[in-house]
């Protein structure tokens, strides 16, 4: 009865290569969002969608991509990847209720990426 | 810029016990929400309680609660009768527009 899903759960990968990571959420919310949590455990915003539409795009190198198929679906694909590319990537989705964006945030069990 | 500072890298105590973590947050805003998440070594990342801004009263979940002081821009999370469950990372947050995170507490639980 997952709420929040992620694929892969651990991802190794080569410097240089294109990798993606998919989110998926059952919880009919609007919003979804990536998150990348570095080795320090500090968790930053990099991408937000609501039904489909970018709404928040953080200071991210264009290597980055998200993509929303549907509004229960957002995916990440990396280009190119490097060294501080490793990190743990965690997907979120809230339903803009009255608080808008401001709503609950509901996490995936992450992804960790490692880039050797 | 908004700002969320935990400025306890790392908190212990013993199970039973009460135990608070401190969290304070810069903000010109005025309409916002507070969060506290919770990162076990599972690393799913948990709520654990949220405080709307315009609510004076301190947000209640069982064993957790909040102490919201506005003025101040102080929002801390307090545990009571700890258990070894509660042993995790502990991140306050923010919101008005987007989800801004402190650096976050380990919380060790001593048997």
């Known amino acids: 009865d997952t709420a929040v899903s992620q694929t892969p759960k651990y991802l190794v990968t080569q410097m240089g290569n294109d990798k993606s990571i998919k989110c998926e959420q059952n919880?009919?919310?609007?919003?979804m969002y990536w998150y990348k949590q570095d080795s320090k455990k500090f968790l930053k915003i990099m991408f937000s969608y609501n039904n489909k539409e970018l709404i928040i795009n953080e200071t991210v190198p264009n290597r980055f991509s998200p993509k929303s198929p549907d509004k229960a679906h957002l995916n990440l694909h990396i280009n190119s990847l490097e060294l501080g590319d490793s990190a743990v990537y965690f997907c979120?989705?809230?339903?803009?209720?009255?608080?808008?964006?401001?709503?609950?945030?509901?996490f995936g069990p992450g992804t960790r990426l490692l880039v050797l | 810029a908004q700002t969320v500072t935990q400025s306890q890298p790392e908190m212990s105590v013993q199970e039973a016990e009460t135990v608070t973590l401190s969290c304070t947050y810069d903000t010109s805003e005025s309409d916002y929400y507070l969060f506290w998440y919770k990162q076990p070594p599972s690393r799913q990342m948990i709520l654990v309680i949220r405080?709307?801004?315009?609510?004076?009263q301190n947000a209640t979940e069982n064993r957790f609660s909040v102490n919201f002081q506005k003025a101040a821009k102080s929002f801390s999370l307090k545990i009571s009768d700890s258990q070894l469950g509660d042993a995790a990372m502990y991140f306050c947050?923010?919101?008005?527009?987007?989800?801004?995170f402190g650096t976050g507490t380990r919380l060790q639980v001593f048997p």
């Open positions: 919880l009919g919310h609007d919003t």
């Open positions: 405080q709307e801004a315009y609510k004076q």
């Open positions: 947050a923010y919101n008005t527009d987007k989800l801004i």
């Open positions: 979120a989705s809230s339903f803009p209720g009255l608080a808008g964006t401001r709503e609950t945030q509901y």
